[in-house]
């Protein structure tokens, strides 16, 4: 005979502008005697489990568009590859949001990409926004877009390195990418340039990555096999 507790907790955590709802599922079974508590985690909403040290601003908080088409990026991945836009800077959400929705429109009326092309981005304001997000691939560097994240920085960081909002924002990015498990923990992090021939993610943006610990000095190797755990 085995009896059989139900329990249902919500948990909502106020996470900036967007609402988390954790639903937690807690299973006890006994079973001839024998205890066994089971938990089931199942995260409603983009893909947030785990809260985060860092401000993301959703797509539809800075007016994104729809995408003309979206192609499921399995995760976690183990490489995040960093970018700079080459494009204006931006110190304040509204010229951030701004700058958004111009590259949006650049990238996808002009170049043809199916929406932006980054996974995430941020701003010189200390943001980080939303761009194909958590479990979209992207379009930011052809072969690698369906083996790592693709985040870029706005502005050109050729002389100068993006502001300490700025780099603060995307470290606290990193970590939360995989605490939410969508990079493992032993990412490899890459500029632009290693894989492609290119200025990208700028010069000043460069020195200061490559001395970041999931830096890897080793030559890029496209990894071949795609993990299938989302
Ligand atoms: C993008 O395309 C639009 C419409 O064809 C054009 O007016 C605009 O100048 C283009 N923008 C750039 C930066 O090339």
Redo the contacts with the bound molecule.
């Keep these: 005979m085995c009896a059989e507790i139900h329990g249902v907790q919500y948990l909502i955590f106020g996470l900036q502008t967007q609402i988390l709802v954790i639903q937690h599922f807690m299973q006890i079974a006994q079973c001839q005697g024998r205890m066994f508590v089971i938990f089931l985690f199942l995260c409603i909403q983009t893909a947030l489990c785990a809260a985060c040290n860092v401000t993301i601003i959703s797509r539809d908080d800075w007016g994104a568009r729809a995408p003309n088409d979206h192609d499921h990026l399995h995760t976690p991945v183990t490489v995040a590859l960093i970018h700079h836009t080459d494009r204006d800077h931006c110190t304040t959400k509204a010229a951030c949001i701004q700058e958004l929705q111009d590259m949006q429109?650049?990238h996808m009326?002009?170049q043809s990409h199916s929406d932006i092309m980054y996974n995430f981005m941020i701003g010189e304001d200390g943001n980080v926004y939303e761009g194909r997000g958590w479990n979209t691939v992207g379009g930011h560097m052809p072969y690698w877009n369906i083996v790592s994240l693709g985040i870029a920085v706005m502005g050109n960081f050729q002389r100068g390195p993006p502001n300490s909002a700025a780099l603060g924002a995307l470290q606290g990015l990193l970590a939360c990418l995989v605490e939410n498990h969508k990079l493992t923990p032993d990412y490899k992090l890459y500029g632009h340039r290693d894989v492609g021939h290119t200025n990208c993610p700028g010069n000043s943006f460069y020195d200061v990555i490559k001395t970041w610990s999931h830096y890897d000095t080793g030559k890029p190797v496209l990894p071949t096999k795609t993990p299938t755990r989302s």
């Design positions: 429109n650049f009326n002009n």
